[in-house]
């Protein structure tokens, strides 16, 4: 799937499915990319507390943050504990400036 960050968007989020312990193919988690001031990606994934990675381009990022994903999931099961589910609410919120 190609990817493209649009020259005013300050991030933009994937879905992204990410290979189980064993390397079957597992659960779709969303990614969000922010563009990083120095230059490249960060990416997160807001299912996994603490998963993010980053990359020069887009597809070295997505690379990378899959990568992250599929230790962070190899962790949980070496730890016996759950995949959590995704369940997320994107909403734009107004404030005054």
């Known amino acids: 799937m190609a990817a493209t960050l649009h020259a005013r968007s300050p ?3 994937k879905d992204l499915v990410a290979a ?7 659960q ?7 563009r990083e001031p120095e ?3 960060h990416g ?8 993010h990675s980053e990359g020069d381009t887009i597809e070295e990022a997505v690379e990378n ?5 599929e230790a962070y999931l190899e962790s949980l099961a070496a730890n016996g504990k759950p995949i959590p589910v995704e369940n997320l609410l994107f909403k734009p919120v107004e ?3």
């Open 11 to 13: 991030c933009w989020a």
């Open 20 to 26: 189980g312990p064993g390397g079957d193919i597992g």
């Open 28 to 34: 779709q988690f969303t990614v969000v990319f922010e």
């Open 39 to 41: 230059g490249g990606l």
């Open 44 to 51: 997160f994934c807001p299912a996994l507390k603490g998963c």
């Open 65 to 69: 943050v899959r990568d992250a994903i």
């Open 95 to 97: 404030v005054a400036v």
